[in-house]
């Protein structure tokens, strides 16, 4: 029989490090997700098919059966992902993400979608995501590795905002024995999404000789994020994750709920990085997007930074047309 320690205050016993990987999110998602049903429906629920906790359509997300914390648990990792990303211009991550107003919002589209017959969250959630980027500050050190227009080189960062909380567009990849198929079609949407944000450093510069020091401005467009990197979970299996969160198990319960496996492969950082990058490539096949949309995820599953640059520049363009 399995044992939970659900009696502390918070639901998730398991003390993360700070995520900066889409990877990462995947597994503390998952991780949340799967205590808190516990919490809400006991162990028995544990020995019933998990995947549908995490699919899109209103018929698939009854059982998030508490949309605070689904919208915080999201938000939260969502945040430590950006976090650990940076601007395609630039080259300087964002930190002041608004992780409560993007709480709300999702809470609100949860309970709107639940109630609505054809409902898809995935297709749903993106006024929550662009909540997040809504008055988005970037960090002050380093500044913008381009010089702002006109001068020479950035001396400081005055202030780096968003602008453009971007163009959110639902992908949807054939879920190919995947546990939580939300979350790949999530991960692959939000970084779609995030070649379509877009704003403005205000800097102090150094002009040529001999105009002395003075303000500047440098328009940014895109930002990058991680697929994977070296944290907690590295190479880590479900049965290494949940004993380090304190669960107590047999081994024939793992195997057959806890442990799921992807395409026989237990789920393990590597694996999880596979998914995703295949998911970028299947994406591309999706006849509901358009060549632009087609040609930036191919850029983003080669991971090529000028790719991704070329494809976020035509991305932010196609929005003016």
């Known amino acids: 029989m399995a044992k939970f320690n659900l009696s502390k205050s918070v639901i998730n016993p398991f003390v993360k490090k700070p995520s900066t990987s889409w990877g990462e999110f995947y597994f503390n998602m998952a991780i949340d997700m799967l ?7 006991g162990t028995k629920q544990i020995s019933s098919n998990l995947t549908n906790t995490f699919g899109s359509t209103t018929t698939n997300i009854e059982n998030i059966v508490d949309n605070v914390f689904f919208a915080k648990c999201l938000a939260t990792e969502y945040d430590k992902v950006i976090k650990g990303g940076k601007t395609i211009i630039g080259g300087v991550p964002f930190t002041g993400g608004n992780v409560v107003l993007m709480t709300t919002v999702l809470s609100g589209i ?11 969250l995935l297709r749903d959630i993106g006024p929550a995501i662009q909540a997040y980027w809504l008055g988005n500050t970037s960090a002050k050190y380093p500044p913008p590795s381009i010089p702002c227009i006109g ?10 905002m968003n602008f453009s909380p971007g163009v959110w567009t639902p992908i949807v990849v054939a879920p190919n024995n995947q546990p939580w198929p939300f979350l790949i079609n999530f991960i692959i949407s939000a970084n779609l999404h995030l070649l379509t944000v877009g704003g403005m450093f205000f800097c102090n510069c150094q002009y040529p000789p001999p105009a002395p020091p003075a303000p500047g401005v440098l328009p940014w467009a895109g930002y990058m994020t991680k697929p994977l990197s070296a944290g907690p979970f590295t190479g880590k299996s479900w049965t290494d994750i949940l004993k380090a969160a304190g669960v107590i198990t047999t081994e024939a319960l793992v195997a057959s709920s806890i442990n799921v496996k992807a395409n026989n492969q237990d789920l393990t950082a590597q694996n999880i990085g596979a998914q995703i990058t295949s998911g970028f490539v299947d994406a591309g096949n999706n006849n509901n997007i358009t060549t632009i949309q087609k040609d930036a995820l191919a850029a983003l599953s080669t991971g090529d930074k000028n790719k991704i640059k070329n494809a976020a520049q035509a991305l932010n363009t196609a929005k003016k047309v």
């Open 35 to 41: 205590e808190g049903t516990l919490v809400h429906h």
């Open 110 to 120: 949860l309970g709107t979608t639940k109630l609505n017959k054809n409902g898809d």
């Open 151 to 160: 001068s020479i080189k950035n001396i400081t960062t005055n202030i780096g």
